[in-house]
């Protein structure tokens, strides 16, 4: 068998190539401040609200709504 005859028969296959998003750091920073925020409010809301120190003032109703949550993730609250 001769080189030119092994080449032919055994072909190289191509990998499928992936698209890649082309993301700029601009919109990376932006997501990531997004998702901090949020990340931030529900931590706040969750872990933190307690009603006496609300930014609602003395209005209970957001610790009452997440009040079995934050037993499940062990924020202690009574």
Do not use: I
């Not at 992936?18 to 401040?33: C, E, G, I, K």
């Amino acid at each position: 068998m001769t080189a030119s005859t092994h080449s032919s028969s055994a072909r190289a296959v191509a990998a499928p190539s992936l698209a890649v998003p082309n993301v700029s750091a601009a919109s990376a920073a932006l997501w990531l401040s997004l998702t901090v925020l949020l990340a931030g409010l529900a931590y706040y809301f969750l872990g933190y609200d307690q009603g006496a120190v609300s930014v609602f003032g003395s209005d209970t109703h957001v610790h009452e709504f997440v009040h079995d949550a934050r037993h499940f993730l062990g924020f202690p609250c009574h």
